[in-house]
């Protein structure tokens, strides 16, 4: 080595061509002389040894402000998920009782339960009834926990009101792909469906604009199989398990997670009376369509 080179030290090691192009634009742009060297592990850049503490700290600070992490698009938190939880324990454990003790002596199961025909025949209440039903405790325990899950986080990102909405909706939504793509014997009832459409929005939203925009491509399809995995591990599982509607439910919620990820501004989801009119909105269907069910099973 010469006696010129024993008076320069080294900035940066292992660099590839592009790398070692891209920091020597920062040393340009601070005036530092520098100079490229093959080393063992790849390209090196070297200063010399009066310049050595400038060029670290300038190639320092140029290394965190255009680090990739992990969030560069982080999710907003609009809301607590406690109201909008409480509200479908509420609803679930009040139509399980109504239903059991047959409540003003009407048959709860058969004005609410999902049944092909009756949806093609304009009953549309029972997309929404059904969602609430229940016959065992252990199949409504289930739900309720999963549900209480998910459901925290739909109302932590998308706010109690617009969050429970949508699931409503998209859960309703998935009941009438069922009841149209079912045989003409095929029952279902529970929130089941409910649940794996805000498991599918909960996956779509976080994807669309989540944790994981600067990362690689394998991180960022993470959740959608993540939710799969989930899909397949809890919603596919009992003898009576409808595998078809749960599946539908992830697929309608997914496609509403899009929808939501792509046309809602945070800004809008921090809105009060928004959100107070979806969550009424919400209520009321779900009052509506019972009233509905119970006059006409009256």
Same mark, same amino acid.
């Given at each position: 080595?010469?006696?010129? !080179?024993?008076?320069?030290? $080294?900035?940066?090691?292992?660099?590839?061509?592009?790398?070692?192009?891209?920091?020597?634009?920062?040393?340009?742009?601070?005036?530092?002389?520098?100079?490229?060297?093959?080393?063992?592990?790849?390209?090196?850049?070297?200063?010399?040894?009066?310049?050595?503490? !400038?060029?670290?700290?300038?190639?320092?600070? #140029?290394?965190?402000?255009?680090?990739?992490?992990?969030?560069?698009?982080?999710?907003?938190?609009?809301?607590?998920?406690?109201?909008?939880?409480?509200?479908?324990?509420?609803?679930?454990?009040?139509?399980?009782?109504?239903?059991?003790?047959?409540?003003?002596?009407?048959?709860?199961?058969?004005?609410?339960?999902?049944?092909?025909?009756?949806?093609?025949?304009?009953?549309?209440?029972?997309?929404?009834?059904?969602? *609430?039903?229940?016959?065992?405790?252990?199949?409504?325990?289930?739900?309720?926990?999963?549900?209480?899950?998910?459901?925290?986080?739909?109302?932590? #990102?998308?706010?109690?009101?617009?969050?429970?909405?949508?699931?409503?909706?998209?859960? !309703?939504?998935?009941?009438?792909?069922?009841?149209?793509?079912?045989?003409?014997?095929?029952?279902?009832?529970?929130?089941?469906?409910? +649940?794996?459409?805000?498991?599918?929005?909960? +996956?779509?939203?976080?994807?669309?604009?989540?944790?994981?925009? %600067? $990362?690689?491509?394998?991180?960022?399809?993470?959740?959608?199989?993540?939710?799969?995995?989930?899909? %397949?591990? $809890?919603? *596919?599982?009992?003898?009576?398990?409808?595998?078809? %509607?749960?599946?539908?439910?992830?697929?309608?919620?997914?496609?509403?997670?899009? +929808?939501? !990820?792509?046309?809602?501004?945070?800004?809008?989801?921090?809105?009060?009376?928004?959100?107070?009119?979806?969550?009424?909105?919400?209520?009321?269907?779900?009052?509506?369509?019972? *009233?509905?069910?119970?006059?006409?099973?009256?």
């Amino acid at each position: 080595m010469d006696e010129r !080179a024993e008076q320069w030290v $080294t900035v940066a090691v292992g660099l590839d061509e592009a790398r070692a192009n891209e920091l020597a634009l920062v040393l340009i742009a601070r005036s530092i002389p520098h100079q490229r060297q093959p080393g063992s592990t790849g390209l090196e850049l070297w200063v010399p040894v009066e310049h050595a503490a !400038a060029a670290a700290a300038e190639l320092g600070q #140029y290394r965190r402000e255009n680090a990739r992490r992990v969030g560069t698009r982080p999710l907003d938190l609009v809301g607590s998920g406690l109201p909008g939880v409480a509200a479908y324990l509420g609803v679930l454990l009040i139509v399980f009782v109504a239903a059991r003790e047959s409540l003003f002596n009407l048959d709860w199961y058969g004005a609410g339960m999902l049944e092909p025909g009756a949806v093609s025949g304009a009953e549309l209440w029972r997309t929404i009834t059904a969602l *609430t039903l229940h016959v065992e405790f252990a199949h409504l325990g289930g739900n309720l926990v999963f549900g209480a899950f998910f459901g925290w986080f739909v109302g932590r #990102y998308l706010g109690v009101g617009v969050g429970w909405l949508a699931v409503l909706v998209a859960a !309703a939504g998935a009941n009438a792909l069922s009841a149209w793509l079912q045989g003409p014997d095929h029952r279902s009832l529970g929130a089941s469906t409910a +649940v794996f459409a805000a498991l599918g929005m909960l +996956v779509a939203y976080t994807w669309r604009r989540g944790f994981w925009r %600067a $990362t690689p491509w394998r991180a960022r399809v993470a959740p959608i199989v993540a939710g799969l995995g989930l899909l %397949a591990f $809890t919603g *596919t599982a009992g003898e009576n398990t409808d595998i078809g %509607a749960h599946f539908l439910g992830f697929c309608v919620g997914f496609g509403g997670g899009l +929808v939501l !990820a792509r046309g809602l501004m945070p800004a809008w989801l921090r809105n009060r009376r928004l959100q107070a009119a979806c969550a009424a909105v919400a209520l009321a269907a779900v009052i509506a369509a019972w *009233t509905w069910g119970l006059t006409a099973a009256g």
